[in-house]
């Protein structure tokens, strides 16, 4: 069955320090990876995806996240924190070879200390 | 850049009353998706629609629940006879594509469901 699990209910970061927020997964057959922000009172937005090809990949806002299979981790990173990163982030799974259903992480809400 | 609308933004009702939530999907997308979040908790998938017809549904979404797309741009959830465990804020994706080369989900703002 398919698992996200974000270990962390809350992360502190002091503005302008950089910031991990964690992320295991487990799928059955290839991942697909998201990272979505939820700001308060707002809908989930799209950060960043891993589909294949480079474990880096580069999303919006500065985010970018590692994908690393041996781990089944895909960790969200920011080199330099701002204030304004301050909100809810999810991870997600998808399993690449069943139906369009998304599995979400519990969430880890991220606070930059100014 | 285009967005998914979702209406209203809070409803209250009462228990054992029908209540419509609905959602205007980005106007290309093809593949249409409720979630819910429990105050709290995490984000659980509910239902996909895709084709008019339901692609795929969780053990949440049992015969109280029903979704419909009846005009070819609104994207209803229907909740029949709402209980208290029912309060969440519901949230209404679209995609352009499923399987395959496979694009992120775009959300709404949620609707804020509380069941009195």
């Known amino acids: 069955a398919q698992s996200v699990a974000q270990p962390e209910d809350q992360v502190n970061v002091a503005e302008g320090n950089p910031l991990t927020v964690k992320c295991t997964y487990s799928?059955?057959?290839?991942?697909?990876l998201f990272w979505y922000v939820q700001y308060p009172n707002r809908g989930l937005q799209f950060l960043l995806k891993?589909?294949?090809?480079?474990?880096l990949v580069k999303g919006s806002y500065g985010f970018e996240a590692e994908f690393n299979k041996s781990q089944t981790s895909f960790h969200l990173k920011k080199p330099s924190a701002l204030v304004s990163d301050s909100a809810l982030y999810f991870c997600?799974?998808?399993?690449?070879?069943?139906?369009?259903?998304?599995?979400f992480g519990k969430g880890t809400r991220l606070h930059i200390l100014p | 850049e285009p967005e998914v609308t979702q209406t209203p933004s809070h409803q209250v009702t009462q228990m054992g009353q029908e209540v419509i939530l609905r959602c205007v999907p980005i106007?290309?997308?093809?593949?249409f998706y409720w979630y819910r979040q429990i105050l709290g908790q995490k984000v659980e998938f509910l239902v996909s629609?895709?084709?008019?017809?339901?692609?795929?549904k969780s053990e949440i979404f049992d015969d109280q629940f029903s979704v419909e797309r009846p005009d070819g741009s609104n994207f209803t959830l229907k909740i029949r006879s709402t209980k208290l465990e029912d309060s969440a804020m519901y949230f209404c994706?679209?995609?352009?594509?499923?399987?395959?080369?496979?694009?992120?989900?775009?959300f709404g703002d949620g609707t804020r469901l509380s069941i009195l």
């Open positions: 994706a679209s995609s352009p594509l499923g399987q395959g080369d496979y694009q992120p989900q775009h």
């Open positions: 799928v059955s057959g290839n991942p697909y």
């Open positions: 891993y589909i294949t090809g480079d474990n």
């Open positions: 997600a799974v998808r399993d690449m070879n069943r139906d369009d259903k998304i599995i």
């Open positions: 106007s290309n997308h093809l593949y």
């Open positions: 629609f895709y084709n008019n017809e339901i692609s795929e």
